[in-house]
């Protein structure tokens, strides 16, 4: 069965940097997009942005240029997620999700079981 | 601000419908992207709900169901039972960021 495992919990100071894994299994890794998604406690999702695990290419969403990179391992079926320059107000969980084309699209089908990144002085 | 609209909040009594609306624009559900639905119960990732505007993935129970027209969509739940308590966000994709957006998320009460 699909699997996303996703690393644990990560307590981070302002400034810092944090890399978050995401660890596929249950189908070929290469064959389906990734992305990443983050929720701030008690707020809504919001999307960061995307990697292509065949090719490595990235899409970022323009909030976060400059201040994110994806990155993929093929050999151990792995993307990372690493947020550079961290505020407060970065303090989120963080979902990497596969993801299906559709007609006209595409959707989530598959989530990781999230990461809590806290960012505390 | 998102960029899809959604009420923050619908409640309704055990076996009633319930109807959550997901209103976008021109860029993103008025130019043709399909929107799609989750369910996020608390403390857990989202789950899929309906795609393509209207299609139930396996194991999803026809009491939910999805609608678009124009700029926006619609999530109807009936015959509610206590375990549909949960936030529901719409997600499509927006041509002009270039990627997805999501709704606000709508908290879903079950009286």
């Known amino acids: 069965q699909v699997q996303l495992v996703q690393s644990g919990a990560e307590v981070k100071k302002p400034g810092a940097p944090v890399k978050v894994s995401c660890k596929a299994s249950g189908y070929t890794f290469t064959s389906y997009y990734l992305h990443w998604v983050r929720q701030a406690p008690g707020q809504g999702l919001e999307w960061m942005g995307i990697i292509n695990p065949s090719g490595g290419i990235t899409t970022y969403a323009q909030k976060f240029q400059g201040r994110v990179t994806m990155t993929r391992d093929t050999s151990t079926s792995t993307v990372y997620m690493e947020l550079s320059s961290l505020t407060y107000e970065d303090t989120a969980v963080y979902f990497c999700a596969r993801v299906t084309f559709g007609s006209s699209g595409y959707y989530f089908d598959y989530w990781g079981q999230g990461t809590l990144v806290t960012v505390s002085s | 601000q998102s960029v899809l609209t959604q009420p923050p909040s619908v409640s309704g009594a055990p076996g009633q419908r319930v109807t959550i609306s997901c209103t976008g624009s021109s860029s993103n559900i008025g130019a043709g992207y399909d929107v799609h639905w989750y369910q996020q119960l608390p403390g857990t990732a989202p789950k899929l709900l309906i795609y393509e505007s209207n299609n139930r993935p396996s194991g999803v129970p026809d009491r939910f169901a999805g609608s678009k027209s124009g700029t926006s969509a619609s999530l109807a739940i009936t015959g509610l039972q206590a375990e549909d308590e949960a936030d529901y966000y719409c997600?499509?994709?927006?041509?002009?960021?270039?990627?997805?957006?999501f709704g606000g998320g709508t908290k879903l009460t079950v009286l």
């Open positions: 997600q499509s994709y927006d041509s002009s960021q270039s990627g997805v957006v």
